[in-house]
C-alpha cells in the first residue's frame, strides 16, 4: 500500500513536472523590442504631446445656447439641426457629481448629436459648480427649485403643457423625484444609469457608505470635495483606474485620436464639481443610509416623494456591467413606478460605457427616440 | 547641627547618584537583545524564570508584579537576580532617598511612615500599566486574540497604559480662566488620537490585502504554468498583475472588515478636521478676526432670504395668473386684463445671438431667461454657443 502510494506520488510529480512550465518566458530579445517599440511611442507622443492644448480637449462639441440661469445653474437648449423638431422636448437632468459634457464628449461619441439627429428638441440644465456659498443648497432647492423652474422655462418656451424628462445617474434619481411630486408637468420619463435601490449590495458604493457618517463629512468640509468623491470612485477599481489605464496609454501615444480621446475622458473623470453640503447630506442619509426612495420616505421640501405617482410612460436605461450602480439598483425600479407602460433595456457596457461605447452610441439614441416619437 | 545636616545631605547624595546609576544599568540592560541572559556585572545577570517566581511578595508585590514582567521568559533556566527586580529596587531606592532627605529636615513622626507608602503606592499605579506594556513583544503577542490583528491589538498596550495613567487625569474637568479653550484642545487631542489609531487599523487591513495579492499572484503564475501558458512581455505581466490586484482587492473591500475600518478612518479624519475648524475658530475669536464659521452663516442666512424672495416672487406670479384668470372670466369681451403681457415665443430654432447681460444683482430674479454677466468661479464654459 505504502509502495503504491509512493508509486503514485512518483508518477504524480514526475507528470505535474512535465505539465509545468515556468511561467514567465520574457526573453531579452523580446523585451528589447517592446522597449524599442514603447521607445518609439513616447518619442512620437511627445511631439503629438507638445502640439495639443488645452483648448483642443474641451469637451461639449454640439452647439446650444443658454435660455435660462439662476445661480450656478443654467438651463441650455441644444440648437435643432432638423427643420421640425418633435414637439414635446426633452430636459436632461445630469447627476450633480459630474459634469453634463460627457453626453456630448467629442463628435463621433455624443449622445447629444444623435438625438438631435433624430429630431429630439433637447435641452439640458447644467448645474455648474458650487462655491463655498453654495453650502446650504438642499435637495428641495434642487428639485423643488432649479429643476421645476427649468421644466416651468421650457414648457413655455415650448409652449407646451407637459415635457419628457431624462434623468442619467443621479439625475435620474432626481428626475424620479420630480416626477413623483409634479407628474402633470411630465409625459415620458427616461431613466439611464439610475439608483433606485441603494441597498443592492452588489455596488461597493452603496456597502462602503453604510460606514461613513454623512454628517461629520459636511459638518468638517461643508461642500463635499469633488476630489474626495474622485478618490472614492477611483478606488473601486484602484489598479485598472490608477496604474493599467496610464500604462495602457503608452500604447496609444502615437495616435493622436486616441490621444485626444483619452485625454478628454481624463478631464471629464477630474473635472468634478463639489457637492453642495446640505444636498449631499441629504441624500447620503436618505438615499444610501436609510434608501428611502424605495420606502416612500423620502421627504423634499416638505412633499413626500412617492413613487407610485410615476404614472406616465418609463423607460429605465442601464448598464449590465455597471459597477458604479449595479443593474439591480436600477432594475428595482420596475417594483415601485405606478405605470403600466414600463419598459427596460439594458447594454452589455459599464456605466462610462453607456456614454462614449460605440455599440451603445449606435444602439441607445434610436432605443430612445423611437421610444419617445410612440408616446407623443 | 551643621555638619551633621553636611554630612546628611552627602549621604542623600550619594544614595541618588548609586540609584541613577543603577536605573540607568537597568534601562540599558532592558534594551539590549540579550539583556535577559546576561550573566555577571550587576543585577539582572541570569534568564528570569516565570511570573510566579519573579514576583516579590508583601508590600512590594504591587510594583514587581509590573516590574518583574519586564523581561519576563518562559524558559526554565537558572534562576537568579531579575533585571526587573532591579527597576523596583532602583525605584525603592531612589524613594528611600527622598525619604531619609525629608527626615533629615523634618522632625519625624507617625505621619511620614505613612508618607512613603502613599506615595510609593501613586507610583506603582502610574508605572505598572508602563512596565506591562515594556515587556518584550512576543509575550504580548501570543496573548493577542480576536478580530484585530495582532500588531494593532498590540499598540492598544501603550493607549490602554497612557489611558490609564496620565489619560485619565487629562479626560477630567479642566479649571480657571481657559477652561472652555483647554476643552477644545483636549477635544482636538482626542480626535487626533482617534484618528491615529483608525489610520494604524486601516493599514493593517490593507498589508493583509497587500499579502493576498502577492499570494495569488503566485497562484496565478502556478496555474498558468501547469497549463504550459506563459507571459511573454512587461506589458502583459503588468496586465495580470492588474486583474489580479484587482480581483481580490474588489473581494476585500467588499467585506465588513474592510469597509469598517475605512469608514471608521473617514470619520475619524473628519471628527478631527472638525475639531481642527473648531480650535481655528476659537483661537481667531480671540484675534477678532472672522472665520470660516462664521462666514458660513452669513451665506446660510443670504441663502435662506434667497429662497424667501423666490418663494414670495412665486407667489405673486400664481396671484398674478390667478387674477388674469378671473379678469378673463369675468369680462370675456375685454382683449387684454390690465398689466404685464408677454409675446408669444415662437418655437423655430433658437436665436443664435446672445441676449444682453443683466446687472448682476438681478441673478436672484427667475423671470426672464436671459443670463446675466457670468462670474468666473461659478460657472467654466464648456460649450459651444
Redesign the interface.
Known amino acids: 500500500m505504502a509502495d503504491g502510494v509512493k508509486a503514485g506520488k512518483e508518477s504524480g510529480r514526475s507528470d505535474s513536472a512535465s505539465e509545468w512550465a515556468l511561467p514567465i518566458d520574457i526573453r531579452p530579445d523580446q523585451a528589447l523590442r517592446e522597449l524599442v517599440e514603447l521607445n518609439d511611442k513616447i518619442v512620437k507622443g511627445i511631439e503629438i504631446l507638445g502640439r495639443i492644448r488645452e483648448e483642443e480637449i474641451t469637451p461639449g462639441v454640439t452647439p446650444r445656447q443658454e435660455v435660462w440661469r439662476r445661480d450656478n445653474t443654467v438651463l441650455y437648449r441644444f440648437t435643432p439641426v432638423v427643420e421640425e423638431p418633435s414637439s414635446i422636448p426633452v430636459v436632461i437632468v445630469y447627476a450633480l457629481v459630474n459634469r453634463p459634457y460627457m453626453i456630448d464628449l467629442q463628435e463621433d461619441r455624443s449622445l447629444v448629436k444623435k438625438l438631435l439627429d433624430l429630431g429630439v428638441d433637447l435641452y439640458l440644465i447644467d448645474w455648474g459648480y458650487p462655491r463655498r456659498s453654495d453650502r446650504w443648497l438642499t435637495l428641495d432647492d434642487y428639485v423643488n427649485g432649479y429643476i421645476d423652474e427649468c421644466v416651468d422655462q421650457v414648457r413655455s418656451e415650448a409652449g407646451v403643457g407637459q415635457i419628457n424628462l431624462l434623468g442619467i445617474c443621479q439625475g435620474g434619481t432626481l428626475a424620479l423625484c420630480y416626477s413623483s411630486l409634479y407628474p402633470e408637468k411630465i409625459r415620458n420619463l427616461i431613466t439611464m444609469v439610475t439608483p433606485v435601490d441603494f441597498h443592492a449590495w452588489d455596488g461597493l458604493l452603496n456597502v462602503w457608505a453604510q460606514h461613513v457618517d454623512p454628517d461629520l463629512l459636511v459638518d468638517a468640509l461643508g461642500n463635499v470635495p469633488g476630489e474626495f468623491l474622485n478618490f472614492g470612485f477611483l478606488m473601486l477599481k484602484p489598479f485598472q483606474l490608477s496604474l493599467r489605464k496610464y500604462v495602457d496609454l503608452l500604447g496609444v501615444l502615437d495616435d493622436e485620436a486616441e490621444l485626444l480621446n483619452f485625454l478628454r475622458m481624463e478631464k471629464w473623470i477630474f473635472d468634478s464639481p463639489d457637492q453642495a453640503g446640505e444636498a449631499y447630506r441629504q441624500f447620503a442619509k436618505d438615499f444610501y443610509l436609510n434608501n428611502k426612495l424605495i420606502n416612500g420616505e423620502v421627504e423634499i421640501g416638505g412633499k413626500v416623494v412617492d413613487l407610485g405617482k410615476v404614472r406616465m410612460p418609463v423607460l429605465n436605461l442601464y448598464a449590465e456591467h455597471d459597477h458604479l450602480v449595479p443593474p439591480k439598483s436600477s432594475i428595482a425600479l420596475k417594483d415601485h413606478v405606478g405605470t403600466d407602460d414600463y419598459t427596460v433595456r439594458s447594454f452589455p457596457v459599464g456605466h462610462i460605457g453607456m456614454y462614449v461605447s460605440g455599440k451603445v452610441q449606435r444602439d441607445l439614441p434610436p432605443t430612445i427616440a423611437g421610444w419617445l416619437k410612440d408616446r407623443r | 547641627m551643621a555638619p551633621d545636616f553636611e554630612d546628611h545631605i552627602q549621604g542623600v547624595v550619594r544614595i541618588w547618584l548609586d540609584a541613577q546609576r543603577e536605573i540607568g544599568e537597568a534601562w540599558l540592560r532592558a534594551f539590549s537583545p540579550d539583556w535577559a541572559s546576561s550573566a555577571g556585572g550587576g543585577p539582572g545577570g541570569a534568564r528570569a524564570t516565570t511570573a510566579a517566581d519573579a514576583a516579590p511578595a508583601g508590600e512590594d508585590a504591587g510594583m514587581g508584579n509590573a516590574a518583574a514582567g519586564e523581561g519576563r521568559r518562559t524558559t526554565n533556566e537558572q534562576p537568579g537576580p531579575q533585571p526587573t527586580a532591579t527597576f523596583a529596587e532602583s525605584y525603592r531606592a531612589m524613594l528611600r532617598m527622598w525619604e531619609q532627605l525629608v527626615t533629615g529636615l523634618v522632625p519625624p513622626g507617625p505621619w511620614l511612615e505613612g508618607f512613603g507608602h502613599l506615595y510609593g503606592d501613586a507610583f506603582d499605579n502610574l508605572a505598572a500599566p508602563w512596565f506591562e506594556a515594556l515587556r518584550p513583544p512576543d509575550q504580548h503577542l501570543s496573548k493577542t486574540k480576536g478580530e484585530r490583528s495582532a500588531l494593532s491589538q498590540f499598540t492598544d498596550l501603550y493607549w490602554d497604559a497612557y489611558e490609564r495613567t496620565m489619560g485619565r487625569l487629562l479626560e477630567s474637568p479642566d479649571v480657571g480662566y481657559r477652561r472652555e479653550f483647554d476643552e477644545r484642545l483636549l477635544q482636538s487631542a482626542r480626535a487626533w488620537i482617534e484618528f491615529r489609531s483608525a489610520s494604524f487599523d486601516y493599514l493593517v487591513v490593507l498589508g493583509r490585502a497587500w499579502v493576498k495579492i502577492v499570494g495569488e499572484m503566485m497562484s496565478e ?2 496555474s ?12 502583459e ?3 495580470l ?2 486583474e489580479v ?2 480581483r481580490v ?2 473581494e476585500i ?2 467585506r465588513e472588515e474592510y ?2 475600518a ?3 478612518l ?2 475619524a479624519s ?2 478631527y ?2 475639531e481642527e ?1 473648531r480650535t481655528a475658530d476659537a483661537f481667531l475669536k480671540m484675534t477678532h478676526v472672522p472665520s ?1 464659521s462664521d ?2 452663516e452669513v ?2 442666512e ?3 432670504l434667497r ?1 424667501e424672495v ?1 418663494e414670495l416672487r412665486k407667489s405673486a406670479r400664481e396671484s398674478e395668473a390667478e387674477l388674469r384668470d378671473l379678469w378673463k372670466r369675468s369680462s370675456p369681451t375685454k382683449a387684454q386684463p390690465p398689466g404685464r403681457s408677454r409675446p ?2 415662437s ?1 423655430t ?4 445671438s ?1 441676449p444682453a447681460a443683466r446687472e448682476k444683482t438681478s ?2 430674479e ?1 423671470d426672464g ?4 454677466a457670468q462670474s468666473p ?4 464654459s ?4
Open positions: 503564475l502556478d498558468m504554468g501547469r497549463q504550459g501558458k506563459k507571459v511573454t512581455s512587461f506589458v505581466l503588468l496586465q498583475w492588474t490586484a484587482d482587492l474588489i473591500f467588499r469597509a469598517k475605512q469608514g471608521r473617514l470619520n473628519m471628527a478636521r472638525r475648524r470660516q462666514l458660513d451665506t446660510r443670504v441663502h435662506l429662497r423666490r408669444a415665443r418655437r430654432k433658437a436665436p443664435t446672445k441673478a436672484v427667475g431667461p436671459k443670463a446675466s468661479k461659478s460657472h467654466k464648456d460649450g459651444i454657443e
